[in-house]
């Protein structure tokens, strides 16, 4: 098993994104995707989404880094 955290750090919160992958000579067994929020003040985490599209975390980690706070903004709501 492959595990691949990404943090992307904020000014009031971090996001972290874990992906899981077990792969075989076939091809994905496995994968998983979680986000995570981690507030500064509390060390409060909460879980925000969860995936088993492959590509899900990365494509979500992509996209907080290139938009900000507001690519969290439908996730949350």
């Known amino acids: 098993m ?3 955290t990404t943090i992307i750090r904020g000014l009031a919160f971090d996001v972290l994104v874990s992906e899981t992958k077990q792969m075989d ?3 994905i067994l496995f994968y998983r995707a979680v986000v995570i929020i981690r507030e500064h003040r509390t060390g409060v985490e909460r879980e925000i989404r969860r995936s ?11 996209d907080v880094q290139r938009l900000g706070v507001r690519a969290l903004d439908k996730l949350t709501a």
């Open 2 to 4: 492959e595990t691949k």
């Open 25 to 27: 000579a076939r091809g």
């Open 52 to 62: 088993r599209i492959p590509g899900a975390g990365a494509a979500l980690a992509r």
